[in-house]
């Protein structure tokens, strides 16, 4: 006797259920040649669905053998088995399980994206079926616009689509009223008599009549098997057909393109608009809290800095306070003659000595408690401080004692906010002062306090009027370009110490306060961006939990794409695309988020600074955020039983 084309021998298949075990089909040997119309009948409960499930490679037997072919099943990769659903067998099942956001030529092309066939021509193929099948002009209808019977020939032109020699009717009348019944049954016919094998599962002895050949099955076993003299006739000359047909090798169809899986990926997002949204809404928030923050730190970083220069980052500052310090004249030994002797060491280029003192201050009938600055006329030159209005004072009015002031705009707008200061009279604890000069604002130094609340007098004239005694509170000094600020202060330092005969001060630079605080604002940026990489995190597990809800929403979908041919691998590449997709498109409007929240920020005076890493950082999280935690629904749906799936109402 020749091979069959579809052979089980002494086929079991057992369910464990608790402690019992349940036999679905127990000792079942059966022959399907080519060509043949087999009806397989039974009852609820009979194994009939589970044998469908065998045959076409949904399931494997618990024991015994089944060929394919001359192909034994059990020895095949999941790949393999994907290819002979894919090219062999073509399903028509009960409830059509068509996909309800496809036209019905999608629908029906939809197996051969699994073929690696291009889109052109599926979908002309796919019109040619559903013309052929009378349903010319609904091409373009969904399901939901369809009949029955119109959805069940749609169901039977994506069986054809991939070239199927053997169709696999599940109840394919089942559903349907009288007339629609026998159309679908008529096309069956059709396919039969151009020489497609039809295994048809039913419990209706009228729609089993339409066969051929009539197997009865009961509790797992087969009852009966009969076939009528043309079915004898028909078996013969395929048999014969068989015994010279050669056994090729069963080669696994290439992947679906990446191009293809994302308009796969991008058509089921699209149909699920608002999942997808709450998807995208995690990523946005924690893509565009990256950029918020990092455009935060980085504003207040280079506000930082900015303030620096404004002070002078070539400065040095001489103040009171060195090692073992305890006795007062020790903190007031800081005196002019060290600003005197200072000023001769090579590369100081410019010296201000100063003092200042907390006092009120009294403008007509206002009052206010600023800060006094007693300095010699170099510090306008030292701190590159420029005059809004009015003049600085000199050497001149320091000779005479001339009782002058240059105030800051914070005092300005404190005693004459209606008036302009030059010319007018501030009294200064008992001595009266004429403003000779208003600066230009500075803003906010970097430890915070405000540059512009200060009046500035002569050091001679504040040593008779004011402040009293010849120490000093600080030495500014400005070091001349191309010197060594390091050597520049080793000197200074060894200078002052040998004519005070030990150290009662420190010496410090702006380089050092600028890395010292470029620091802090490094830390405090990195904790903003880790607070706000938080969020993306956060984001990303949203994203795993709205991917997990989609896979269990479209288990029938996934069933239906497996038992339609599609591998595992396809499955995980498209739910993988589609998290890399949401993860892409979330990282894109992410950043576009946090760039106009940063600008609405900005325009609170809020310093902010835009730069192309930290955005280029913060989209390449979300996309690995979208892959990593994509992950887990893409191997859960290409795991997918599609047994279960398609049983699913």
């Given at each position: ?22 036999k ?10 080519k060509?043949e ?14 044998l ?8 494997k037997p618990?024991s ?8 034994s099943?059990?020895?095949?990769s ?20 068509l ?30 079926l559903?013309a ?19 959805q ?8 054809l689509?991939?070239?199927?020699e ?16 026998q ?5 069956l016919?059709e ?13 209706d002895?009228e729609?089993?009549a339409?066969?051929?050949?009539i197997i ?6 087969i ?5 009528s003299?043309e ?9 014969a ?9 069963i ?22 608009w608002?999942r ?8 946005i928030?924690?893509?565009g ?5 990092m455009?935060?730190g980085e ?24 090692p ?11 005196k ?30 206002r009052?206010?408690?600023g ?12 701190r ?9 004072f000199t050497h ?6 001339a009782?002058?002031a240059?105030?800051?705009?914070t ?6 906010p209606d008036r ?24 906010a130094?970097p430890n915070?306090d405000d ?7 002569p050091?001679?004239?504040a ?10 509170g ?21 200078a002052?110490t ?5 150290q009662?001060?420190?010496v ?9 605080l ?9 904790l ?15 994203v795993?939990?709205?991917m997990?809800?989609s896979?269990s929403?479209r288990?029938r ?8 041919g599609?591998?595992?691998s396809?499955i995980m590449r498209?739910?993988n ?6 993860g892409?498109f979330?990282?894109?409007?992410g ?6 929240v ?12 835009f ?9 390449s ?5 979208g ?13 997918l ?5 398609l049983?699913?109402?």
């Amino acid at each position: 006797m020749s091979a069959a084309f579809i052979e089980l021998k002494e086929v079991c298949r057992y369910y464990q259920s608790g402690d019992s075990e349940l036999k679905a089909l127990d000792q079942v040997n059966l022959r399907i040649n080519k060509g043949e119309f087999v009806a397989i009948m039974g009852q609820s409960g009979s194994g009939k669905s589970t044998l469908m499930n065998l045959l076409g490679c949904l399931d494997k037997p618990t024991s015994g053998e089944y060929l394919v072919n001359g192909f034994s099943v059990s020895d095949l990769s999941q790949d393999q088995e994907s290819a002979l659903r894919l090219s062999t067998f073509g399903f028509v099942f009960q409830r059509y399980q068509l996909l309800g956001n496809y036209t019905a030529q999608e629908n029906a092309a939809m197996p051969a994206i699994y073929r690696a066939a291009g889109y052109e021509e599926r979908m002309q193929k796919a019109a040619d079926l559903l013309a052929r099948l009378g349903l010319a002009g609904r091409e373009l209808n969904r399901p939901s616009e369809l009949s029955g019977g119109q959805q069940q020939r749609v169901s039977i032109a994506r069986a054809l689509i991939n070239g199927a020699e053997v169709i696999l009717a599940d109840e394919p009348t089942g559903a349907l009223d009288s007339e629609s019944g026998q159309q679908v049954l008529s096309l069956l016919k059709e396919l039969h008599a151009e020489g497609v094998t039809i295994i048809l599962i039913t419990h209706d002895a009228e729609v089993a009549a339409h066969a051929q050949r009539i197997i009865k099955i009961k509790d797992g076993r087969i009852e009966s098997d009969q076939n009528s003299t043309e079915a004898e006739t028909d078996v013969t000359a395929i048999e014969a057909d068989n015994s010279s047909h050669g056994h090729s090798q069963i080669n696994p169809y290439p992947n679906i393109s990446i191009l293809e899986s994302i308009k796969t990926s991008l058509t089921s997002l699209k149909a699920n608009w608002f999942r997808t949204f709450l998807t995208l809404l995690g990523i946005i928030i924690g893509v565009g809290s990256v950029v918020l923050m990092m455009a935060i730190g980085e504003g207040s970083k280079k506000q930082v800095l900015e303030r620096i220069q404004a002070m002078g980052s070539d400065l040095m500052i001489v103040i009171p306070g060195g090692p073992n310090i305890r006795k007062r004249e020790d903190w007031t030994s800081l005196k002019v003659a060290d600003a005197n002797l200072v000023k001769e060491i090579e590369g100081v280029e410019i010296v201000a000595p100063e003092k200042n003192a907390q006092t009120t201050m009294r403008a007509g009938n206002r009052d206010y408690n600023g800060k006094v600055l007693a300095t010699y006329p170099e510090y306008k030159a030292v701190r590159t401080w420029e005059m809004a209005s009015g003049v600085f004072f000199t050497h001149e009015d320091m000779r005479e004692l001339a009782p002058v002031a240059v105030i800051g705009e914070t005092v300005a707008q404190m005693l004459f906010p209606d008036r302009d200061p030059i010319g007018q009279y501030v009294f200064l604890k008992k001595s009266q002062f004429q403003i000779i000069g208003l600066l230009r604002s500075k803003g906010a130094s970097p430890n915070g306090d405000d540059m512009d609340d200060v009046v500035l007098v002569p050091f001679s004239t504040a040593k008779v009027k004011l402040l009293g005694g010849d120490h000093l509170g600080r030495i500014t000094i400005k070091v001349a370009e191309g010197y060594d600020k390091q050597l520049v202060k080793n000197q200074v330092t060894a200078a002052i110490t040998a004519r005070q005969g030990r150290q009662t001060f420190r010496v410090r630079t702006m380089d050092s306060f600028s890395q010292t605080l470029t620091k802090t604002q490094e830390t405090l940026t990195l904790l903003l961006g880790s607070v706000a990489a938080i969020s993306l995190i956060v984001g990303g597990i949203g994203v795993m939990n709205i991917m997990l809800v989609s896979v269990s929403e479209r288990r029938r979908e996934i069933g239906l794409r497996i038992a339609t041919g599609a591998k595992p691998s396809d499955i995980m590449r498209q739910f993988n695309i589609e998290a890399l997709v949401v993860g892409a498109f979330g990282g894109a409007l992410g950043v576009l988020f946090g760039i106009l929240v940063a600008l609405a920020v900005g325009a609170f005076n809020v310093a902010i600074s835009f730069s192309l890493l930290p955005a280029l950082i913060a989209f390449s999280s979300a996309v690995v955020v979208g892959l990593v935690f994509g992950h887990t629904p893409a191997r859960k749906a290409a795991n997918l039983d599609p047994i279960r799936a398609l049983s699913e109402e």
